[in-house]
Structure formats: structure tokens, C-alpha cells
Nanobody
């Protein structure tokens, strides 16, 4: 059974940084394309960043240059380093495979950017 557990969110001020973690079990992340997604209140869930098994990455235009997706194969964990956070980054952040597995969604981690 696949389980993805996100952590690392919080309440921060504009310009601050956070690092989100996604611990995976039931899948081997180095063999899969993995991604971070987010859902803001009243909006649809959107892709934020993806990392292919081969290492290539892709980012939503809104986060390019500010967010970095990475992984630790030994820990079977995916990370999202978020720098220069903006209020519009406020959302619940989830990790999942690419394309996302419908049954893999976890509870996510809340990121709130506010002064």
C-alpha cells in the first residue's frame, strides 16, 4: 500500500523560506516521477514541481526560480525547497506520483504566507 506523508508546512512571512518533505512508503521514489502539487482555497489543485526518475525537473511558471524539488533516495523522501515565499503561495501542498495516483493523495501540509 502506497503512503505519502507530507510535512514541513507552517505560517511564514513574505520572503521567508520553507522546506517541505514527503516520506514515501510502498513505492520506490527513485524509480518514479514524483511531483508536488498544491490547492489554494476555492481553487483547483495544480502542479507545482515535478522530478522525473532520471532527474529532470519541471516547474510551474509561478514558482520558477524560487522552488526546487529534490529527493533523497536513501530516505525515500522527496523535498520541496521554497524560497522567497509570496502570499499567493498559500495553499495545502501535496506530493504524489506523476501522473498523480488517485489513491495516493495524503493529507498534505498547510503553507500560509502572511504578514
Amino acid at each position: 500500500q502506497v503512503q505519502l506523508v507530507e510535512s514541513g508546512g507552517g505560517l511564514v512571512q513574505p520572503g521567508d523560506s520553507l522546506r517541505l518533505s514527503c516520506e514515501a512508503s510502498g513505492i520506490i521514489i527513485r524509480l518514479r516521477a514524483m511531483g508536488w502539487y498544491r490547492q489554494a482555497p476555492g481553487k483547483q489543485r495544480e502542479m507545482v514541481a515535478t522530478r522525473a526518475s532520471g532527474g529532470s525537473t519541471n516547474y510551474a511558471d509561478s514558482v520558477k526560480g524560487r522552488f526546487t524539488i529534490s529527493r533523497d533516495n536513501a530516505k525515500n523522501t522527496v523535498y520541496l525547497q521554497m524560497n522567497n515565499l509570496k502570499p499567493e503561495d498559500t495553499a495545502v501542498y501535496y506530493c504524489n506520483t506523476v501522473p498523480p495516483g488517485g489513491s495516493y493523495w495524503g493529507q498534505g501540509t498547510q503553507v500560509t504566507v502572511s504578514s
